[in-house]
């Protein structure tokens, strides 16, 4: 049967249709590898934020502490110690108001959304404990910038995940698109997760699995 294009015409479909072909193959992967190269940067972009501002385990601080989670339990218990004292000086309340509490930064540092009864979550508890040891325990010359310093140092240390996700945002950048986001632990029901898993480390005894509790 004749085809109704005509021999040349059918010729010219067939190298046509083998062009085409080969044109969606070559675009299909450069899309693919464009694909790949853009997860790669982000992967990159994350871990470069990473490296940027959030302080790794073992970093000296200025006031002798070694970074660690180890330092959870000490933290949170000059919170019971120190506190009551602490907030007669005027530094403590001004260099935590000066912080977002990282499970819930609609509130300042010096208020924890989770409160309860004066019961604050150890997340919470571990920074202002800090500060309290930074202003009674350690060296009471500290200015208030350099105790809001230290316990910020602290917080991102602890909850990288939250700083981590204010960092992508402040760049115009959705942390959802890597796996983070700056709603608060508290408000996803994580009060009771540990620290070290983003939540906010429990409002009684401190779960912390890396620790021998």
């Known amino acids: 049967m004749r085809s109704i294009l005509g021999n040349g015409a059918s010729s010219r479909y067939g190298v046509g249709i083998t062009v085409a072909a080969v044109l969606v193959l070559v675009l299909g992967l450069v899309g693919f590898a464009m694909r790949s190269e853009g997860t790669e940067s982000s992967d990159d972009l994350l871990a470069a934020l990473r490296l ?5 385990e073992g970093t000296e601080t200025f006031y002798g502490e070694t970074l660690s989670y180890d330092l959870l339990p000490r933290f949170v218990q000059w919170w019971y110690d120190l506190v009551p004292d602490a907030e007669q000086d ?7 108001e000066g912080l977002v509490a990282p499970c819930c930064d609609d509130n300042t540092m010096f208020v924890c959304c989770c409160e309860q009864g004066g019961q604050a979550c150890n997340i919470v508890r571990s920074g202002k404990g800090l500060a309290s040891h930074l202003i009674l325990d350690s060296n ?8 809001r310093e230290g316990v910020l140092q602290w917080l991102m240390f602890a909850r990288p995940d939250y700083y981590l996700a204010a960092e992508l945002e402040s760049r115009d950048i959705d942390p959802e698109d890597y796996g983070l986001t700056t709603y608060g632990s508290c408000y996803r029901g994580m009060c009771g997760v540990a620290i070290s898993q983003g939540g906010c480390g ?3 005894e401190l779960i912390e699995p890396l620790l021998d509790l």
């Open 90 to 96: 005027e530094r403590y309340q001004v260099a935590l």
């Open 52 to 56: 940027e501002i959030i302080p790794v």
């Open 140 to 147: 009471s010359d500290y200015p208030m910038e350099q105790i």
């Open 202 to 204: 429990g409002m009684d």
